[in-house]
Structures are given as structure tokens and as C-alpha cells.
């Protein structure tokens, strides 16, 4: 049973370009999350997918959007990157409307915006 | 912005003995779980405890919930060398399927 997987494991960028992130859930879950952590920081929610829709979404920019396909994986991207975008972002797999509400995280992929 | 405050930020303790790290949160919930975060990698779920729990145990694990105080607190009894990592509370509520998380606990084991 595959956990959630990420790609890059690694990413570098130059300020004002474009990344795509990719994730692909856990076997029989839904619902995918992606949160950014900066560096000694805990996760922040960006947004959620379900159903090929944003459900829900943090205080991020309209720089951050995101897809979800008919196979539950997902993608980042991020428009126009400034420097204060390099973190570790992290996706998290989960089954909607399970209680309680658990997150499967994938390893990350690490964006160094230079 | 963050939810939950974590204390300490850092702590250093000695093979064997027990590690504390409190959580404090500031809207009602639902659930409360920790995390470890080892050298900025995946998180890794170890223990969840709902609102209406107080005291929940997974091995070496003990997690309290003072939801009057909105406040949690996780111990690990016993620490190991390989207990060194980053611990992180988050919360979720009733109806909003996405975590809030603490700043986090950077916890050393020394040998």
C-alpha cells in the first residue's frame, strides 16, 4: 500500500519564475492538502481538493493555485516566485467525511528560490 | 497565521529521561494531534485525541487535553536517541477538514 509520494524531492528556482509540485495520494483517499513550512516553522494550510475543486484555502495569494485529477493526484504551482516562497511544501492525503479526520503526509519537496 | 504555541521551542534531555512539550491553541476543536518531523522531512502522525478526551496513551506516548484551558500537553517516557526530531500539535475543527499547526518543538536526546 503506497503512502502519499511528492515530486521533486528537491527544487531550484530563480525569482520570477513559474514551479509546478506534484502528489499523488495514498491509496483510497480523496482529498489532498498542501501546506508550505518555512524554515522553523510548522505547516500552513494552502488550500484543499476534492473532487477536482479548491474546497478550502489558506492565506495564500493568488500566486498559489492548484489542480486536482480524476485519479486524486494533485499539482502546485506557484506564479511569479519571490524569495519568501523557498520552504518545504508538504502534501497531505485523506478520506472525506472520515471521523476523525486524519492527514497521511508525503515526504515533501524542498524550493529554493534564488 | 498559526494557531497553536508550542513550549518549549527547544529542549535538550538525556537518554532515558521523559520529554514534555506543551501545546496551547486559541478556537474551539474537534480533534488534536502531534506530529514528528525529522531534519525537515515528511510528518509522521503519532497520537490524535478528540475534544471530549482527556488522557489518551500509544506506547511510550501519553497525550492530556485541557480543552478549558485549550491547552495539550505530549510526554514521552523513556526518551531514545532516536526520539530527536520536531514535534507539532495541530488542530482541526467541526466541519473544516484542514490542520492548524503549532510552531513546534525541537526536542534533543543526548546519548
Known amino acids: 500500500d503506497a503512502g502519499v509520494t511528492q515530486s521533486p524531492t528537491h527544487l531550484i528556482k530563480t525569482r520570477g519564475q513559474q514551479v509546478t509540485l506534484r502528489c499523488s495520494p495514498k491509496?483510497?483517499?480523496?482529498?489532498v492538502s498542501w501546506y508550505q513550512q518555512a524554515l522553523g516553522q510548522g505547516p500552513q494550510f494552502i488550500f484543499q481538493?476534492?473532487?477536482?475543486?479548491?474546497?478550502q484555502r489558506g492565506n495564500f495569494p493568488d500566486r498559489f493555485s492548484g489542480h486536482q485529477f480524476p485519479n486524486y493526484s494533485s499539482e502546485l504551482n506557484v506564479n511569479a516566485l519571490l524569495l519568501g516562497d523557498s520552504a518545504l511544501y508538504l502534501c497531505?492525503?485523506?478520506?472525506?467525511?472520515?471521523?476523525?479526520?486524519?492527514?497521511?503526509f508525503g515526504p515533501g519537496t524542498r524550493l529554493t528560490v534564488t | 497565521s498559526q494557531q497553536g504555541e508550542e513550549d518549549p521551542q527547544a529542549l535538550s534531555i538525556q537518554e532515558g529521561e521523559n520529554a514534555t512539550m506543551n501545546c496551547s491553541y486559541k478556537t474551539s476543536i474537534n480533534n488534536l494531534q502531534w506530529y514528528r518531523q525529522n531534519s525537515g522531512r515528511g510528518l509522521v502522525h503519532l497520537i490524535l485525541?478528540?475534544?471530549?478526551?482527556r488522557e489518551k496513551h500509544s506506547g511510550r506516548l501519553r497525550v492530556t487535553l485541557d480543552t478549558s484551558k485549550k491547552s495539550s500537553s505530549l510526554l514521552i517516557t523513556a526518551s531514545r536517541a532516536a526520539d530527536t526530531a520536531s514535534y507539532f500539535c495541530?488542530?482541526?475543527?467541526?466541519?473544516?477538514?484542514?490542520?492548524?499547526f503549532g510552531q513546534g518543538t525541537r526536542l534533543t536526546i543526548n546519548p
Open positions: 485525541i478528540r475534544s471530549n478526551e
Open positions: 497531505a492525503s485523506s478520506l472525506v467525511g472520515t471521523d476523525p479526520y486524519e492527514q497521511y
Open positions: 481538493y476534492y473532487e477536482e475543486e479548491e474546497r
Open positions: 495541530a488542530t482541526d475543527k467541526i466541519g473544516a477538514q484542514k490542520l492548524v
Open positions: 491509496s483510497g483517499h480523496d482529498t
